[in-house]
């Protein structure tokens, strides 16, 4: 077993930690929580250096406790935030807590590994029966309007934001309380989090002190950029999920496989459990043949299956060669409506109603439709013939066949002009 502190110093992962908190973990197996707001009912590979911080820590021995805010994500963390965030209900809380639970268990052993299995709690469990007043009287008491108002977060908040309501200044004494409930019923002697999140968790250090003269400790990772200095896991669309019904596996794979050569190194140590002598061995090979791309490629594969499974990793791998031309009818039928349009996102698209399409006699009147791939029936002809010309992935031989062409996704049509233009028909109902 790696020793957790050492592996996150190599893999580059250690922002911040409190005093003795090595010494603390060489005692033995000890237990830390990583807490996650369910603001949405899925994770984005933003929360993944989260995950894969508890990972390593239950694969150094240790216990790791998932914590859903299902009573914290009613308030929103005010943390390095401008505005206040919409309040959930609790309908739609208990809808983002299953489906996130659902996602952690594909990267921690929740139902395997004895004494240091994963566990996931709720915080909606021990806050809900607490009224305001005890809280405020049990809780509120230990820690100084100072104290809270000397935080990175709230000061700029503050200063730069549009004011800060009770209720989300509130939140760090409440997540504080979290740390002191699992501390004190559950053992629980780390907290683990972001770096923009080391002002909550040390309220959450000084809570277990004063109220039970207890220690615990806090270790943050840094917050992910991109080598431009760009903030990570954003794209023309928004956040990159880890839900395929949000984020497709294919445009998944897609944005691991198109990250810088930089990047790429420094996400293989973040983002997957490759070993240090695998990861140097593969930026050796990239450095020798770069444009080979094999550290993007072996990112986007291991991330990929990390979060999707083995059959969605193949299915995304070749769509991904279809562009490429090392494809086949199969490959292309294999794709759902969605990824099909996202490969060829950008593609010339003709939409024609079924009825006209029918009536279309030879492939050549299909190619010379509208004049959208060519200007004329005779210049289709002469493509065919110089063997040029393919429509879903089969070459044309006799510019005087007819048009039997099965529909991908029972609508489609992919026209292949050369080896790297493409043209999509569309056929619509009548």
Known sequence: MADFIDELKWRGMLQDMTPGLEEHLKKGMASAYLGFDPTADSLHIGHMVGVMTLVHFQRAGHKPFALIGGATGMIGDPSFKSAERNLLNKETLD????????????????????????????????????????????????????????????????????????????????????????????????????????????????????????????????????????????????????????????????????????????????????????????????????????????????????????QELETAMKASEILFGKSSLEDLS????????????????????????????????????EKFVFPSKGEARKMIQGGGLSINKEKLSDPAMGISFSLLQGKYLLIQKGKKNYFIVKVNPS
């Open 334 to 369: 294999n794709l759902d409506e969605r990824t099909f349009l996202q490969v060829f996102e950008g593609v010339p698209m003709l939409e024609i109603a079924q009825t006209a399409f029918h009536e279309l006699d030879q492939v050549t009147d299909l190619l010379a439709f």
């Open 95 to 310: 809808h983002n807590v299953a489906c996130i639970q659902g996602q952690l268990a594909k990267f921690l052993k929740f139902d395997e590994g004895g004494a240091n299995k994963a566990e996931l709690v709720n915080n909606y469990d021990w806050m809900s029966g607490f009224s305001f007043l005890d809280f405020i009287r049990d809780v509120g008491k230990y820690i100084t309007v100072n104290y809270m108002m000397a935080k990175d977060s709230v000061k700029r908040r503050l200063e730069e934001g549009s004011g800060l309501s009770f209720t989300e200044f509130s939140y760090q004494l409440i997540q504080g309380y979290d740390f002191y409930h699992l501390w004190k019923n559950r053992n629980c002697s780390v907290q683990l989090g972001g770096s923009d999140q080391w002002g909550n968790i040390v309220t959450g250090t000084e809570l277990i002190r004063k109220m039970e003269g207890g220690e615990a400790y806090a270790l943050t990772v840094p917050l992910i950029t991109k080598s431009d200095g760009s903030k990570f896991g954003k794209t023309e669309g928004g956040n990159v999920w880890l839900d395929p019904e949000k984020t497709s596996p294919y445009a998944f794979y897609q944005f691991w496989l198109n990250v810088s050569d930089e990047d790429a190194a420094r996400y293989l140590r973040i983002f997957t459990t490759l070993n240090r002598e695998t990861i140097t061995e593969l930026e050796e090979t990239h450095q020798q043949a770069p444009h080979l791309r094999a550290l993007q490629k072996e990112l986007a594969q291991q991330v990929t299956r990390l979060v999707h499974g083995d």
